[in-house]
C-alpha cells in the first residue's frame, strides 16, 4: 500500500460498541457516505464524533485500480508501508500489524445486490476481533424470554424464520438469520442480532436490526423437522463441530479467496472457540413438528 487518498477530516461517523466491550468507530469518506448511512440504519447505529475507538474507514477505489493511493499530505499517523490487503468478493480490508484501523475498500460499480453484499461481508473485521476473545459469528436464530437469550442453530431454508414467526409470548425473537456471540472479560458468552441480509437484498423487507443489543447465552439448540416436537442433551464433542460448521457458514463467501493457510487457520480459530462455547453453555438436538408448541420443549430443559 503506497497511498491512501481519502481523507479523513470531515468524516461522517457512527459508533458500535459488543458486550465484550469491542468498539469501533465507522467512518464514511467521500463517495460512500449515502452507503454508510444505509449500512448505519439497518444495524441502528448512532452518529458519533470523532474519538479514540479504532477505526473501520470505508473508502472507494477509484479507476479500477488494485490499490488504494495514499496522498502523503493526508493523516501522517497512518504508516506508508506494511499494509497488507485481504481481497473478499465484494471488498477488500486493509490492515496493519501497529494499527488498531482497518480500511475497507469498495468498488465503483453499482447495483442494489451488490451493495448489499458488500455490507455482509464489511462485518468482517468486527468479526475476526471477536474471535480474538473467544467469540464466533453463528447461521442462527436468537431468540429472548424475560431478558435469557437462546439460540435456534440451523442451515439456510431449515426452519428457523419459521420458528421465529410461530413463537410466542414471553419468547421474542430477535433475529432469523445470524448472530454473533462474544465473550466478555468474566469468560461470559453474550449474543448480539445481525441483519438478515437477505430480506434487503431480495427487498422484501425494510428491517433493521438492533446490533449493539445483546443477551446473555442461556442454551444453543439444533434445530431438526420432526413428526413431533422433542428435546435431547447433545454432547460437547458434537455441539462444538456443529457450531465450528455453522460459522463457517457465515465466512462461506470468502473461502475461494482464501489461501490454503489462510483457511486453515480459520477453521482452527472457530473450532477453538466453539469448543469453549460448548463446554459452558449447554446443547441440545430439537425437534420440530409443523404445528407443535416447541417452545415447550425449550422450557424443559433451560437451566
Known sequence: MNNIRPKVENETGYKIQLANDQRWQIIATKGVRSWVRKLASIMELKPCDRNGYPKLIFIRREHDEPVFCRDPGIDDCFPRS?????????????????????????????????????????????????QESGGLPLHTALV??????????????????????RLRNPWHPLCDDEALVVRDD????????????????MKRSERTWG?????????????????????????????AVLMSQSSMD???????????????????????????LAKEIPSFRLGVSLGG????????VLP
Not at 118 to 123: D, I, N, V
Not at 213 to 233: C, W
Not at 293 to 300: D, M, V
Request: aromatic share 12%; proline share 5%; hydrophobic share 35%.
Open 293 to 300: 408448541r416447541f417452545w415447550e420443549k425449550i422450557e424443559e
Open 211 to 239: 446490533v449493539e443489543g445483546y443477551v446473555p447465552l442461556s442454551a444453543i439448540f439444533f434445530l431438526e423437522q420432526s413428526e413431533r416436537d422433542e428435546v435431547f442433551t447433545m454432547g460437547k464433542g458434537k455441539a
Open 144 to 165: 429472548e424470554r424475560d431478558g435469557i437469550g437462546i439460540l435456534l442453530v440451523a442451515s439456510g431454508n431449515t426452519g428457523k424464520s419459521t420458528c421465529c414467526h
Open 250 to 276: 457465515v465466512y462461506h463467501p470468502t473461502w475461494k479467496r482464501l489461501d490454503i493457510e489462510e483457511l486453515r487457520i480459520l477453521r482452527k480459530n472457530l473450532f477453538d472457540n466453539a469448543c469453549d
Open 82 to 130: 506494511g499494509w497488507e490487503a485481504r481481497r473478499f468478493p465484494a471488498v477488500q480490508i486493509w490492515s496493519h500489524r501497529c494499527v488498531p484501523d482497518k480500511f475497507c475498500e469498495i468498488g465503483h460499480e453499482n447495483g442494489h445486490e451488490l451493495e448489499i453484499f458488500r455490507m455482509l461481508q464489511a462485518l468482517y473485521p468486527i468479526f475476526e476481533r471477536a
Open 186 to 201: 468474566q469468560k461470559r458468552y453474550l449474543a448480539h442480532p445481525l441483519p438478515t441480509w437477505s430480506d434487503h437484498f
